[in-house]
């Protein structure tokens, strides 16, 4: 039997909830060992976080994996997130049908070496059938390199917001509901920039590789206790 926290409510949970996984290197280094290893366990919460989404009933989960920012970090760092990803998320295609999840990938991944970038092509196609939830990998992916991408779509023709948004990546997810960044940091880090127009934020404490199923619990208790009023009184 799943328990979920009883103060969330089954009826009002968000539709999109996004997480920005800061904090894998600071977990590790506060345990005396290679920020690689934050990246090693920080991949695994990945899985566990969309498992409880999809029991609470959340129907599209986001999760910034791969920023175009992140080339400019040390070769073998990135390296190293390609290996994980490369080692592990075949692995994961089990557990991805067997909780109906779709997984679909946001941002550039041709730029990826040719084997992940077939290994997740593969992942997309197998579980594009999976409707009871939704993985969103963003991945080499930027909030501002996806309006360009939009906008280079357009050929000089004249749209309204709703036109332009289905020229996103993987326009027919819906707009953000709630971003949670693990770590304590209160930035966008160019994040989902146009999904995020009327999303609320919690900025969590804990590092990415310290999330957990009551923790993600926590986050939609109090995502339901804010007052949205996209712009009205
Ligand atoms: C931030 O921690 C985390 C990342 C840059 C993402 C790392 C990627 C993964 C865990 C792989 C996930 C991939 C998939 C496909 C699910 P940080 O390195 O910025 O931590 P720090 O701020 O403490 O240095």
């Known amino acids: 039997m799943i328990k979920i926290n009883k103060k969330i409510d089954l009826n009002k949970v968000p539709a999109h909830v996004a997480f920005i996984m800061d904090g894998n290197g600071r977990w590790a280094n506060k345990r005396g060992l290679h ?11 990945v899985l566990m976080a969309v498992k409880r989404c999809a029991d ?22 990135v390296d190293e997130i390609f290996r994980i990803i490369r080692e592990n ?7 991805f049908q067997m909780n109906g999840i779709k997984v679909v990938a946001s941002g550039d991944i041709t730029k990826f070496p040719k084997d992940l970038y077939e290994k997740l092509t593969e992942i997309i196609e197998k579980t594009k059938n ?18 360009v991408y939009a906008a280079n779509r357009l050929n000089g023709k004249k749209v309204t917001e709703a036109e332009f948004g289905k020229l996103l990546y993987n326009s027919d997810l819906p707009d953000l509901d709630l971003v949670v960044r693990t770590s304590g940091e209160q930035r966008v880090s160019n994040f989902m920039l146009w999904q995020m127009a009327y999303a609320e934020f919690l900025f969590i404490k804990p590092h990415w590789p310290g999330i957990s199923e009551k923790l993600v619990d926590k986050c939609i ?8 009023r996209f712009g009205k009184v």
């Open 35 to 45: 920020r690689h290893f934050g990246h090693r366990i920080g991949y695994t919460r």
């Open 56 to 77: 609470i009933g959340i129907k599209v989960v986001s999760v910034y994996a791969f920023s175009t920012e992140n080339w400019n970090r040390p070769k073998e760092e």
């Open 89 to 95: 998320m075949h692995k994961d295609l089990d557990e």
């Open 130 to 147: 999976n409707t009871r939830c939704t993985l969103n990998l963003c991945i080499n992916y930027g909030g501002r390199d996806d309006i």
């Open 221 to 228: 208790v109090d995502f339901q206790k804010r007052k949205r």
